[in-house]
């Protein structure tokens, strides 16, 4: 009894010792309101060069971040969606408007988007970061506690997770939403592995949250990743039999994770039809990005996200540098959990050198050109953890005479492992001419981890060595990715600058400039013709396309503001010279101004062009529209020629246009054209039509006072409804399986 207290109160005081980690990385959050995020790079961009600290220079590059560009909108959309108890179904601030929660990447359904629908979005993100520490830590060490490993061992594997790179500084990617989600899915997959197939169930579920949470990369990564596991953990420790009943049962878990999250996977296919998201910011796996569990993040190069398997690789060094200790000391450990563990590592290592063939030609499957290969990376950091774990907790159990042996045979496990890190070398040597100085952390760590385990010889204590190996996974974090400088105080996170306000001042759609696709303008609110998410429609895209030549046809955006340089207003818009009224001169030294002759969001036409299916689209700036329907004017009418169309509300998903007067024609409306749409005039639904190629067209019924377009898409309703049955499906086989256990 006494022995079995002293258990409960060390697994109680590691899991409050797994709060500290999520406390920490919060802590500047709650102290000050900043932003858990480094955005820095925002003020690089022009409308917010002036919130720097000091002279700027406005020559200065605007470069591709994904985080400036795409994910922090993305979050600040999201919160904003739910402060206005609206559903983010779509996104009317980028390229005249695009799907939202159809992206997938949106992360519209993560669990761990659940704080941006209830805080404030500082609060959000902290809570949000919060909650992925707590549960990386928390899954982690029951992870390893269903490993048999001991409470305080199982702490090792626990705090190590919660350090890894992408849960410290890339948080905000989608991966991060997949991290703590791993270790359950490996609990539930040993438990099927070893023949607890009523398990099936709680595996489809954890899948499905998991598909919901990373986007289509990270579900087919953590599909392959489980499969991969099933032979390999057969061959390595032989528990269970065969191969083709858990094969099934995964199978089965993954076709009901795919109905789990059909509520995601038909919009975005949907998505897929219409248009495509441009990803340049992705590298592939290369050999050499192993080198990283030996070095530094920083040694290499300034910025970690030019490599992302430093996010996940210097987590792994501790396991690593123990690796000839381990071989050495194989003989005397418990040959069950050895095994386990070996083939945990084995699957996770073979993992990621399947990535470096496989990532390739993910990426040429139609959908996944943006196939993030590091999630290939993701098992790495928990399999060299519970490497970690698994040797210090057998060396406390060494007798002096096996202590006496294991010391003896290292001199032949260091001999291969000091040719793999001349390998390493090798690799570096390729990459860069200054690689072997770069060493000398692995070597500091090295000798405070010989130093550690002398002590525990003279002293086996597993407090000791618990603590000693969590300063030095800790001090290893600090190193490679210094997590205290990623941190945006709130008054640098939206800077709310001149500039900024000269934009925001009227409230009208922008235009112009081609860097306005390097600005992410949505985060105040602002709607854009260009989408700096890397977002395109197929129709929007041939719309810019004639644009870029054509800059007057950007008034059919319904831009009435253009943000120019000096080059633009001398060359491509040059023409428009006479009707631009100069709003403002900003510090950067682009020009805002007011074009008088740009055409309202919502427009009549008493004619329409007709597209010629065999010659190419052309558009034009003025005149009747170009539409795709069977009903266009004959002629153009001068009856209701005194008729406006005028907006009343532009919200997300719901646009209400008022009529005056009585017109017929075509109503042209700047809402970028996309299925899912309806329109709505008198209770009568009536059918929308592409217009101008990229916008939204509709007739104009005699009589009809208002339009109402509200964005309803079929494909969202349809993987409602499959979502809601595979849930029931999972609910019913849960309850069975509790059943079960209650009656076994």
Known sequence: MPNQRRVYFEALVCIVALFIVPAVLIAPTLKSGSLPFDLSELTLRAPWQE????????????????????YFPWYAFLNESASHRRFP????????????????????????????????LAAALAV??????????????????????????????????????????????????????????????????????????????????????????????????????????????????????????????????????AVQILPYAEFLKF?????????????????????????????????GAALWLPTCMIGFLLLPLWVSMRRFTVRIRKRRVEALLITSLLFALLGMLLTAPLRKVHGLSFFDSHYFFLPLPLAFLFLTATTAEEWLHLNLEHCKIVLR?????????????????????????????????????????????????????????????????????????????????????????LFVKSLCKENIRISGTEKLAQWPLSIHGISQSYSPSGILLHRMKEFNQQASVNPELLRLTG?????????DIQERFSRLRPVLNIQDVLPSGAVLLRDLNTHPLARISFAGRTLDPDKTA????????????????????????????????????????????????????????YPGWHA???????????????????????GSQTFTLTYRPASFTLGLYISAAALFLVLVGMLYYVRSIKRG
């Open 618 to 673: 052309m558009l034009r700036p003025s005149g009747p529209p170009l539409v795709e329907t069977d009903y266009i004017p004959a002629t153009t009418s001068d009856t209701g020629k005194n008729a406006r169309a005028q907006i009343a509300s532009f919200a997300s998903d719901e646009i209400v246009i008022r009529l005056e007067g009585s017109p017929t024609g075509i109503l042209v409306v700047a809402n970028s054209w």
């Open 89 to 120: 179904l779509w996104n009317p601030y980028e390229g005249c408007g695009i799907p939202f929660l159809a992206l997938w990447r949106t992360r519209v359904f993560s669990i761990f988007s659940l704080p941006l629908y209830v805080f404030p």
């Open 409 to 497: 045979r290292m001199k032949y496990a260091l001999l291969p492992f000091l040719a793999l890190s001349f390998l390493v070398a090798w690799l570096l040597a390729r990459h860069t001419i200054q690689a072997i100085p770069y060493f000398f952390p692995a070597a500091v760590f090295c000798v405070l981890l010989l130093i550690l385990f002398i002590i525990t010889l003279l002293k086996p204590r597993a407090s000791w060595l618990v603590a000693g190996l969590c300063l030095l996974i800790a001090g290893n974090a600090w190193y490679s990715y210094r997590p205290g400088n990623h941190y945006t105080p709130p008054d640098q996170a939206i800077p709310d600058t």
């Open 51 to 70: 919130a720097r600290e000091g002279d700027f220079n406005s020559a200065q590059t605007e470069t591709s971040s994904e985080l400036v560009q795409r």
């Open 128 to 261: 949000s970061v919060f909650l992925k520490s707590a549960a990386a830590g928390l899954f982690a060490y029951f992870a390893a506690r269903k490993f048999q490993f001991s409470p305080l061992l199982a702490l090792v594997a626990g705090f190590g997770y919660q350090l890894t790179g992408i849960l410290l500084i890339g948080h905000w990617q989608p991966v991060s939403d997949v991290v703590p989600l791993l270790p359950l899915l490996l609990v539930a997959m040993q438990q099927l592995l070893l023949g607890e197939y009523r398990i099936t169930a709680l595996l489809a579920l954890l899948l499905g949250i998991t598909g919901l949470a990373g986007g289509p990369d990270g579900f087919i990564a953590i599909s392959l990743f489980l499969l991969l596991l099933i032979p390999v953990y057969r061959m390595r420790t032989r528990e269970g039999e065969g191969y083709i009943a858990p094969v099934i049962s995964l199978l089965l878990a993954t076709g009901v994770s795919l109905g789990l999250a």
């Open 559 to 567: 831009a009435g503001q253009l943000v120019l340089t000096k080059r």
């Open 275 to 307: 248009g495509t998201l441009e990803d340049n910011y992705l590298p592939l796996i290369k050999l050499r990005d192993f080198a990283f569990i030996l070095l530094s993040p920083r040694s290499v190069t300034d910025s970690i996200q030019a490599n």
């Open 680 to 702: 709505q005039s008198n209770g009568q639904e009536i059918p929308l039509f592409p217009a101008d190629i990229a916008f939204q067209g509709v007739e104009l019924l005699k």
